[in-house]
């Protein structure tokens, strides 16, 4: 198995032409998040709401209490932009800022219930753009992809970083 990884990474890389952009997973990843996105902040209009603002509630209603770098990691967002989002849902009132019961010198977020009452009026419309992204594709095939989704993400956080270190 070791010897396939060093070959694979001492072969000559194909061209961009030859394997086909359409096939290049991180082309078509970044296509279906696009796609996905745009259709998520058509829905989130009428709940006045950002997609920055949806994964925020989501991770926050799913994952507990969180500090904002654990936010930011899970919502896929930099700090900058974290920070901005969580300052327009704390004026809206759907996130709190507490003091971590075991260490005061941390501040977590939670979702309010005027938060968690709004995540919820919008998840239904969610997972039905979720669930119509399968249309015609075998649970088992889902299951599959997810499963290589999680794989592929984590060889990614293995991979060497600037410096040398891995991100973990």
């Known amino acids: 198995m070791a010897d396939d990884v060093h070959d694979r990474r001492m072969s000559p890389a194909p061209t961009l032409e030859s394997l086909g952009l359409q096939d290049f997973a991180p082309f078509l ?3 279906i998040s696009a796609t996905y996105n ?4 058509e829905m989130l209009h009428s709940h006045d709401l ?6 925020t509630l989501a991770v926050l209603a799913t994952q507990g209490p969180l500090t904002v770098n654990e ?3 899970l919502a ?8 901005r989002t ?8 759907f996130v709190q800022r507490e003091q971590r019961a075991t260490d005061m010198r941390v501040r977590e977020l939670r979702i309010t219930e005027a938060g968690r009452s709004v995540f919820e009026s919008f ?3 969610l997972y039905r753009l979720y669930d119509d992204m399968f249309e015609g594709v075998a649970p088992a095939d889902r299951e599959r992809l997810i499963d290589t989704l999680h794989r592929v993400l984590a060889n990614l956080n293995r991979t060497p970083q600037k410096g040398g270190e891995t991100q973990d």
Not at 38 to 41: C, D, E, G, L
């Open 76 to 83: 896929v967002f930099e700090q900058s932009t974290m920070s």
């Open 50 to 55: 950002t997609t920055p603002k949806m994964r």
């Open 71 to 73: 936010l930011a990691y």
């Open 86 to 93: 969580l300052d327009a849902l704390e004026k809206q009132g």
């Open 29 to 31: 990843v970044n296509r």
């Open 38 to 41: 745009s259709q998520v902040q």
């Open 123 to 125: 998840w239904p419309a």
